[in-house]
């Protein structure tokens, strides 16, 4: 019986050592990959077309209502669900820079590719310096 016991206490130990089944790896964006100037315009001018409206040019959003993407302590922090709001939509509320939203996130639409171009350009526009996304990180995310 305690040989069972110290495998079984052994086996726990072991699980969650290796953060059992749900952890997921988080995707970052502090690699530095060069983005070209042209991938740059092209996810700028995705930005225009999907995300200027409610975020606005400068991407500092409207307060309370819909959350800025310039300076955003969530995009550095939270990444992978910014681009799953982007890419499946959601309801659900956030906190941005202290101030909670709780606006209705449409899905985009956009391409896996596509979202890669916009947010490469959001992550290196208005003062943000918060790296890159590959194509790999974004087709990662399911729903």
Request: charged share 25%.
């Amino acid at each position: 019986m305690k040989i069972l016991n110290l495998i079984f206490v052994f086996v726990c130990l072991l699980f969650i050592s290796c953060g059992g089944p749900d952890k997921k790896k988080e995707i970052t964006s502090k690699d530095k990959v060069a983005i070209s100037p042209e991938n740059l315009e092209k996810g700028a001018q995705l930005y225009r077309a999907k995300c200027m409206n409610c975020h606005m040019k400068t991407g500092k959003g409207i307060s309370k209502f819909y959350p800025p993407l310039a300076n955003s302590d969530y995009l550095e922090k939270n990444l992978e669900d910014a681009i799953y709001m982007v890419k499946f939509g959601s309801n659900k509320p956030i906190k941005v820079n202290g101030v909670k939203y709780n606006s209705l996130m449409p899905a985009s639409g956009l391409t896996d590719k596509e979202l890669v171009l916009v947010f490469n350009y959001i992550l290196n526009s208005w003062g943000n310096q918060l790296g890159s996304i590959n194509i790999e990180q974004v087709e990662a995310i399911k729903r």
